[in-house]
DNA sequence: CTGAACACGTGAACC
DNA sequence: TGGTTCACGTGTTCA
């Protein structure tokens, strides 16, 4: 172990605060480590104020008005998120609305019975942030998969956009539908990760190494 | 002020990080102070746990499975909440319904200024009932113009649909500008027209008004 | 060894 | 006066 285990004795003065050292058996080696100790703080400082600005920011997204304290704060955006989610998952089931959450649904519509050969059906679903090429990335995929589309729903939303589509595929196997449908939900995955993954803007905006340029106070 | 003022020295053993008192000057008399500071210790401990708890919460309501940064989650759950405040207020106020009333839009927007060369944009709509070469015949009119798509809404709401899309003139000449924008208009109407074709029967029956998107208007 | 991230105990301020 | 909340410096651990 890389434990320093300097056998010094640091004594800290009460009185006034500051740290000094009785330095026990060896001279003024403490330059270096002084100078560690005060990045260290400074590091400490630096990361403090990153979260507390972001505590900042929530204050003033949260609808309240008020002061609150950090964990009530906290808990107030956790119910709020909570509420969010469940009325945009609401407005998305209902109407066909694309919400905040991301996803990717596949499901078994009704029976197609009667019909020869037998066929089945099912309603898959895709929302996500809009990229250009998503619509023909979607069409390439369906492609490639043995299904016949019957009907296709677009529906946008403040850039985002929310597809749902009703495919036929012909039942060979009664076990092939669940292949078929994960591979279909595999497929949307696919491109709902290629859409993340290319609209990866970063709001990120805190200088990492930066001789505090004096964050912000408001 | 009641301020303590202990003339004490406390001393650091660096060894083992025990904190012992040196007490300078006064005997034994911190057994209520010492009581009150752990007390505090505890207090502050349970607060800390609070905290923790609740970012744990928001760890496990964030979209994203990688252990973060506390920073970086704040930061994360901050766009979330942003992205669905935008979205709920785009939901609940600028939804592009279509409406009863088949129609065709043309309007200018605002001006591009300062990038050159010198471009307008315009925001052009079509509201009509859906048929299924719709999009591809809109498309094909809009590759034929001289313009760049910038952004596209669809929406739709019980068989009919609305199309908004804003596109993007390189501006030639200032006359221009209302023959592109009249041609952009006579396309949207030959579409228009062609639907209204293929669906004329159906305007028999219903002359002027249908039962409107009263859903939306919470 | 430097840096980043966390938990901890403590001083200060405010009911 | 305690009780509670915050900021600070520090020890520790991991990459």
Redesign the interface.
Known sequence: MSKV???????????KGELVKTSRGNGVRDAKTLAALKSHSEAERR?RE??NA??A??RG?ISSNEKMD??TL??E??S???Q??K??AC?SEGL??P????EVKVEECEEDQGSEPKTFSLKASLCSEYRPDLLSDLRRSIDGLPLKLLRA??????G?VKIVFFVAAIEEKPEARDVLMSSVHSALTNILDKVSASAEYA??F?PRKRPSASYFNS
Chains 1, 2 share one sequence.
């Not at 285990?5 to 009185?15: H, I, W």
């Not at 919400?99 to 991301?102: E, R, S, V």
């Not at 729903?153 to 403040?158: D, F, K, Q, R, Y």
């Open positions: 285990s300097v056998k010094q004795l640091l004594v800290l003065d009460g009185e990361r990153r979260i972001h505590f920011t929530l997204l950090k964990a906290l808990a955006v956790i709020e998120v909570k969010m989610k009325t945009a407005a066909h609305i919400m905040d959450t991301d729903e677009i529906s946008t939303l403040g985002r709001e990120s805190f």
